[in-house]
């Protein structure tokens, strides 16, 4: 699973990526209510520190668990091991933020508190590291990963789903995996990172730009003690992460096709409304008026929303007005562009006046498009 590949280049670029045999690891693991857990994973990482003869650190970040946890990690009487309480923030990928940017070794380690992660991984990671990976991922989902029996249909069903969805952004077969190594120079350079949501991997995946990502198998074990946090709200908050990463890897790629999904809602509207006027008995230019109204309204707030969410604290009334104009100008093209190609000489068949509407729609569309963009909901013009 393991791909070497080395760094060329700049020396003093390569000594200080340099990952090797005797490097430090620090390793961070975000808790919030794990006191159970701590005195185990402590013990596990003790034995690993003894007979891999590791320079180790590891960073507790709580939230404030109050259930004795900070007491478990001073119990412990490790001098390697720490606790950060936070009071102020919540949330799991934040927590890790914090323990990699207070962490001191040049080697970084993620991962959970309740055990379901092997410590014995952690020099493999490190072998990945020195070989030039830029990231190891504990994965569950290569050759030789392997989870405990008892994950039911809809448990597996949700992890698979969750990774098939990732994949555009990632070719990792488990970058939902909480347990992954990394450099700290890379995690420094590492711009825009979103602290919310569960899936901290996938983040820094898509956010450092990784090249060269290595996937060690694990065996993940179910937890024992004290609760899963994984609730359904943090899985529909994966929905919203999964667009925003969608959106800064693809922007003007996911910009068009959200417009385009928001076009074809408004043909629906359209006819909904067309149907419903109709059938209250208004004439039929009125019903055809309302219909396209209708549906401009709400492609307007669609596309305001959704579309180019970064916008929708502009001034509404004023964009209303530029995206009228905008649709106006857009029909014109359509129209001029299906009459040039109808005059146009071709070989005359009965589809060609079709043909050349589509292509009317698509010149009226793109326009409407870039205006929309461009201009109705362009970027400076945003004041929160
Ligand atoms: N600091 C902090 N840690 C959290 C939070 N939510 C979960 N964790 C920790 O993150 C790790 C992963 O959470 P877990 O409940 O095991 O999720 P699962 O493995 O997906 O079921 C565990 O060590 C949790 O204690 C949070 O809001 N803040
Ligand atoms: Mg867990």
Known sequence: M???SSFSGDPLETERRAINASSGISVIIPTY???LNIP???SQLDALRRAAALTLEVIFVDDNSQDGSAEAVAAAGFDWARMIVRTDERGLSSAVIAGFRAARYPMLVCMDCDLS???QTIPLMRLGLSAGQEMVVGSRYVPGGTTDDDWGILRWLNSVLATVLARPLTNVQDPMSGFFALRKVDFDAAHDLNPVGYKIALELIVKCGFGTIAEVPIHFSDRVHGQSKLSLREQLKYLQHLRRLYLYRFANAMYVAQFLVVGLSGLVVNLVVLS?????GLPEPACLAGGIGVSL???FMLNRRFTFSYARFGPLARQFMGFVSASAVGLVVNYAVALALRDA???TSALSLHIAALCGVAAGTAFNFLGSR???FRKRHIRR
């Not at 419903?276 to 209250?280: K, R, S």
């Open 345 to 347: 000489d071709w070989n």
């Open 276 to 280: 419903l006027l109709l059938a209250l």
């Open 297 to 299: 309204i709400s492609n």
């Open 374 to 376: 461009y201009l109705v």
């Open 117 to 119: 992660h092997p410590v």
């Open 40 to 42: 185990h994973i402590l």
């Open 2 to 4: 393991l791909e070497s």
């Open 33 to 35: 209510q794990e006191v």
